[in-house]
Structures are given as C-alpha cells and as structure tokens.
C-alpha cells in the first residue's frame, strides 16, 4: 500500500488501540479463557475521515499480512466471497516473512465453483472430477481473457497487481494457488466429517447449486470456518509476531455486515482465539451491533482516548447475555484548535486568522475544515482580507483536496456552488431531499428532541417523520451542548454558569454546531419561513412552560425589545448575578437569521441592529447599555463576528456595556464587573 501523505491528525488512539490488538497474537498458544480480539468498527460522521485512518492503518501493517475491501466500491457480495477476496490479500508475500496459505478455503471456493459439477451419485467418477479442476486450476495462468475478473478483484481489495503472481481460474471466488500437496493434504483432511471428505466435498458441491436461503447459508459458514481453520493452521505451523489484519471500510453499505456478523458467530461457536484482526469503518453506528447504550446512537461508542484493549476487556459483561460484547465501537473525534492550525500552517503567515476562524467554524469537522482552508487559500492576504473571510462560506467552493476524506456527489454545476452550500450537500448525501428540508427545520430548536416533539414536522411524509431522528443519531450529528458564557462568545472562562438559575435548560443532545449554522443558513433563505418556524416553537415552548425558549425564539424573530425588557426586570428579580447571566447567554445563543454582513464590521453593525430592532429600548437613556449588550452577545455567537482571534472585536462593546450596566445596578455591580473582567 503506498505511504499517505502524512499521519491523519488526532488518530493516536486508534492507532495505539490498532497496535495492541495485532500484536496480541491469538494462537493456540493464548491464554485459556481468553477474551480473542474484538471487531474494531471506527465510526464518525461523514466526512470525519474514516477511509484515510483506515489507509493509515493499512500503511502501519503493510509489512505483515493485511487486506483492505471496500464494501461501498465492490458491490454486495455473500461473505464466503469476501473472505476469499481477504485471503488473497492476506496470502501476498511480504519480506522476510512465510506467506499465508489457504489450502482449506482454496478447496472449498473450487468445490463451489458454478462451472464445477460433482457426481453425486458416483464417487469413483465425483473424485476423478475434483482431481481434475485441482490440475487445472493448479495449471492456470492469468490469460487475456482474465484480465476483467483480476481488475475486478484488484479494484475490490485496493491493490495493484503484482507481477508474476499466477490466480486460479474464476478469479471471483479463489485465492491465489498454492502447491498442490497442501491443498489436497490438509485442505482435503479438513472436510472429514460424519462420512468421508470426498462425501461431504460433494455435498457442499450440491448446497452450493440450490437457490434455498439456508443452503446458501450453509456454504458461507462452512467456506468460512474454513478461512479461519486456514489462519489458525498458519499460525501453528510457523510462530508469528503480528496477527494478520484486516480492514474493512463502509460496512454499512449493502452486504457490508454479511461477513462480520458470520466470522462473529463463527468465534462465539468455537470459543477459540484466531490471529485476525478485523477493523472497520461505518458512518451509520445504527448497523453497529455493539452493547447497548443510552443515547441518540444506541450503541456504546468510546472515544480515541479512551480506547484500548483493557477497556474493551472491561466492558465484556460477565456472564454475556450475547454476541454484542465482541463488537467495539470507536469515534473518530473532531480536531482540536492546534490540529486545525497545523492543517492551515501554510496560510498562518499571510492570514493569521483563518486556521482559528476555520475551527471555530466547523469545530474541528476534518473534511470541512479541509474544504475551507482550500477556499481561504485563494484570499488575497492584504486588502479586503477580513471582509472575505466573513464571507468565507459565500465564496466559490474550490475541488475537493486530495488530502481530505472525499465526500462525492452529483456532477458539479457549470457555476461553482457557495462554499457554505456544497459543503452542507456532501455532509448530508446520505440523507433524501426531503429529509434535508426538514433537517433545516429543525435547526431552528435549541435542541433536536424539541424539534421532534413540536408538530413542526407535520407537513413532512411519515416516512421522514419516523426516520429522520433515527437517522441523525445514528449518523452521529447528535453532539452535547456547549456551554453558554463568556467562552462561547470570544471572553475567558466555559462552565462556570452551569448550575446558577433555578430553572435551568435540559441538557438533551444538540444538532452539531457547525451543521446547524449550515442549516440555519439554508432555512434563512426564506425570510417567511424561517418567522414561521421561530414563531411556532415560541408558541410550543409558552405552552409549556419554558420561559427561556420563548425568549430564545422570539429574539431570533427579531423581537429584540421583548427581551431586552425582559433582561431588565429579571436582573433586579432573580436571587443573584450569575443566574441573570444564565438568562442573558441562554436568550442571546438565539440564531440571527442574517449572522454576518461581510461589507460591514460587528461593531459597526452592533449599533444599527439595537437602533432597527429595539427601537424604544435603545432610546431609553436607562436600557441603551443593556440594549447594546444584549445585541453584541447576540452577534458575538458566530465566530465569523469574533475576528480577529486574539482580541474579537466586539469584546470592547461587550466589556463597556457589562461595565455600564455595572454603574447603574445596585444589587448587581460586582459581579457584572467580574463579567466585564472575561472580555479584556
């Protein structure tokens, strides 16, 4: 496999978890008792870079036997074909090490063959026909004619042919050949059963022709056993250092699970080790089999950091109460502040803002932050550079990087797209259109479970209705809230308000802040509809009873003095300065339908947005500081407000107006000048 480029950044994790689990050789020399090796599933959201970790790992173990098969790429395949696709790569020879070999399996895949047809009547004439297809398949050379089906199987495992290995005939089911003897001693030995093997050769022959569910069934578990007998044989015929991996990407795609939910029954049936390490990549941890756990995906996810093989081993319950245990689930996490920066390393010098800018943006999404740092590249560093960047998701989307995990979809238009909107395509290519408008519906709502529960998905189809939660939790987009303070508005500080109001939030999941503003982007292109949606979950949350969501939405509708008076009687009512903060960031976190105006700087706007939206409060000699506040706090929630990163402008706005509110508030002037203190 070729080295990639550079390590994928914030993969340490895996990688250490990777390492572990190859080198615990599963042998019959483990442990009694010992757990084997678990199924490794990384999984993350579109676009979080699955494939290229998964390359990674292919460039990690390249030196040892190892297959990578895309299941997204090959097409459905029954699993006793896959594991013939995964033992001919794992059967290449690698330096300095024995090859793998498949006598079991490479008997079987022949005994299977459409074009082979074994007497069942006659055993003398069924063992000269084995004898026969063994010879010429020994004898058979890649030819011209082959050169469809050994592209088709090259394509399937992400290899380049090597020169000079000779295939068996019929390519799509077998392994490369290997010396005779072997694949008649041990392969044939093998399939002794209750009669002779020649026997039970013929009768796998004959479930291998019937249409019936359960024949083919029987096929793939017998062929399979086989490929583990064959591995568990290599290993004690020739002591290893390394188990033989195997990585398997889109196991969601159709007939992705077929394989590893067999080779899973096939462990819990024997309970013995083998030497095969299988990791694998999903976007859906819905089709995750793993231990149940609470949340929007249902399944036990860990992070990089907390993944190793002690913690899986942890996890096992004791006794089992099934197969799910052998399953672990592992999230690709998003980029940090730092990785983001070492991405844009090579635009730091000319636009110091756009590394910050860009993980503020996407919070570290990998394959956004890629498409964004290559549409900042084309800035002019000098003149007109913040107005650009503030408009950044407006500009011309550039071709998706090399570099970055690709996001395909339909063929571009004539016209580059906005930035903002083909990044917001390829993130949500999974889902139907209609489920896409009402994602952008929903973005509206604080949280997604309040969107669900309001009757604002009632002009959708059921189908939509029923799927379109599942499908974000289990693609997960469901992320927890970030706290509302002075750290999610460019001041110091994150988390210190959590349990200062009496009546404070729910903690439910949230839509992924940098898809949400993507959404809220989409919905805004309708002034009407984005007032209609804002208005009908004010009404649902003042049906109940959450004062603070209503507030919440009919800022976003623009009703900037309700709030504002609102803020004002409650800073003298509630019993301390830090649950009226609560109250101000709680209210102020409100989407604005149009966050930024790229011509025209936050703290200019600050000003003409008070004056236009709360006309009476921001006449009012003794609301004009809360006025200006409380707008500055609203604006200050898009980061493109909050340039540049070292000092965001509105932070002077936001400290002088705390500073203000502070001379004229008795029962509260310490404590909004502390406020004021986290904005210089």
């Known amino acids: 496999m070729p080295e990639p480029a550079r390590q994928p950044l914030g993969t340490e994790g895996v990688e250490a978890l990777f390492q572990e689990c190859r080198t615990r050789v599963q042998d019959e020399r483990a442990a009694a008792g010992a757990r084997g090796l678990p199924v490794v599933v990384l999984v993350g959201t579109r676009g979080s870079g699955r494939t290229t970790v998964l390359e990674w790992l292919g460039f990690l173990g390249s030196h040892r036997p190892h297959a990578l098969y895309d299941f997204a790429s090959a097409g459905p395949r029954r699993p006793h074909e896959v594991a013939g696709r995964l033992a001919y790569g794992l059967s290449h020879r690698f330096a300095r090490q024995p090859a793998v070999l498949f006598p079991r399996l490479t008997l079987g895949l022949l005994v299977v063959d459409p074009g082979l047809s074994l007497d069942a009547h006659d055993s003398r004439r069924a063992g000269n026909q084995l004898r026969h297809a063994l010879y010429d398949a ?22 380049l042919q090597i020169p000079g290995i000779g295939l068996l005939a019929g390519l799509i089911r077998r392994p490369p050949r290997m010396p ?64 033989c991996v195997v990585l398997l990407d889109n196991i969601d795609a159709p007939g992705g699970r077929g394989f590893l939910d067999l080779l899973v029954q ?51 319950p004791d006794p089992p109460p099934d197969s799910s245990w052998r399953w672990y689930c592992v999230q690709l996490r998003d980029l940090t502040a730092g990785e983001v920066s070492q991405l844009g390393a090579g635009l730091a010098d000319r636009l110091p803002e756009v590394p910050p800018l860009v993980h503020r943006l996407t919070r570290g999404h990998a394959w956004s932050a890629h498409r964004l740092l290559e549409a900042a590249a084309h800035i002019p560093g000098r003149g007109g550079g913040e107005e650009l960047l503030r408009g950044i998701l407006s500009l011309p989307a550039p071709p998706a990087g090399d570099d970055a995990e690709p ?71 469901l992320t927890p809230a970030v706290p509302q303070d002075a750290g999610a508005r460019g001041g110091r500080g994150s988390g210190y308000l959590r349990d200062a109001h009496p009546r404070p939030l729910s ?25 209609e949606v804002h208005e009908l979950l004010q009404d649902w949350h003042a049906r109940h009873g959450h004062p603070l969501d209503v507030l919440y939405h009919a800022l976003a509708r623009g ?122």
């Open 138 to 159: 020994h004898e058979h050379t890649v030819a011209a004619d082959r050169a469809a089906e050994v592209a088709d199987l090259l394509q399937d495992l992400n290899l």
């Open 180 to 243: 005779l003897g072997i694949a008649r001693r041990t392969g044939f030995s093998w399939y002794a059963g209750p009669h002779t093997p020649l026997h039970e050769l013929v009768a796998l022959n004959q479930l291998s022709k019937s249409p019936t569910d359960a024949d083919r069934a029987a096929v793939d578990r017998r062929l399979c056993e086989a490929f583990l007998a064959d591995l568990r044989g290599e290993f004690a015929r020739r002591r290893r250092d390394r188990n």
């Open 266 to 316: 096939l462990r819990e049936a024997s309970g013995a080790p083998d030497p095969l390490l299988a990791v694998a990549t999903a976007s859906d941890a819905g089709k995750v089999p793993g231990p149940f756990a609470p949340g929007p995906a249902g399944v036990r996810v860990r992070t990089p950091e907390q993944a190793s093989y002690a913690d899986w081993e942890r996890s096992v």
């Open 407 to 477: 996001v395909t979809g339909p063929e571009p238009p004539a016209e580059p797209e906005p930035l903002g909107r083909a990044v917001l395509q390829g993130l949500l290519e999974d889902l139907t259109e209609e489920q896409r408008a009402a994602l952008a519906a929903c973005s509206a709502a604080r949280e997604f479970d309040t969107a669900c529960d309001t009757d604002l998905l009632d002009a959708f189809s059921l189908r939509t209705r029923n799927s379109l939660a599942r499908e974000t939790g289990n693609r997960l987009w």
């Open 507 to 531: 903690t439910h999941p949230v839509l992924h802040p940098w898809l949400r503003l993507l959404l809220l982007e989409e919905l805004a292109r309708s002034s009407a509809r984005w007032d």
């Open 559 to 680: 009703r900037l003095d309700d709030v504002v008076g609102h803020l004002a009687r409650s800073l003298t009512d509630l019993p301390g300065t830090d649950a009226w903060l609560y109250e101000l960031y709680a209210v102020t976190a409100a989407p604005l339908r149009a966050p930024v105006l790229p011509e025209q700087t936050a703290t200019l706007r600050v000003d003409r947005l008070a004056e236009e939206l709360a006309p009476i409060s921001f006449a009012a000699p003794d609301r004009r500081a809360l006025t200006m506040l409380v707008t500055a706090l609203w604006l200050a929630g898009d980061p493109r407000n909050r340039m540049p990163a070292a000092r965001p402008e509105l932070n002077d706005t936001i400290s002088s107006m705390f500073q203000s509110l502070a001379m004229h508030s008795d029962p509260r002037r310490v404590g909004l000048r502390h406020e004021a203190a986290k904005y210089v």
